[in-house]
């Protein structure tokens, strides 16, 4: 379920177009305080991210909320499972593998001690991807 107070900010957010540092701090220090608490919450926040302009603070911040979630909150701790690193390989491959969602799967591949072939698999094909776009150019 998505919290109330988040989906308030995503819909103010989306309504201006753009994730300044103000609403990135409160995001983080006001409505996620105690981190993200749902694969809704991160998926809603991964559609914003595609969605609008955000401060460079932004990126970071979404990083660490989603690599918290995903290697800390979820069991077995430290791990991820295939099951989550399947839902969200999918999840960050959501109209490409974008900077923030590099970032993140890299985060992961950082923090955890484990992780499932999934969310390798993306972070190879998001390789590949930047590859290729640079031999277009």
Known sequence: MLNDRLR???DSVAETGRVSDADVTKLQEDILKGGIASRIEVESLLALDRAVEAAESWGRVLTKLVVDFIVWN????GAVSGDDALWLSTVLEISGPSPNAMNIAYGILDAAGHVDVALLDFIMRGRQQARLSQMAA
Do not use: G, K, L, S
């Open 74 to 77: 979820r069991a077995p701790q």
């Open 8 to 10: 308030d900010f995503i």
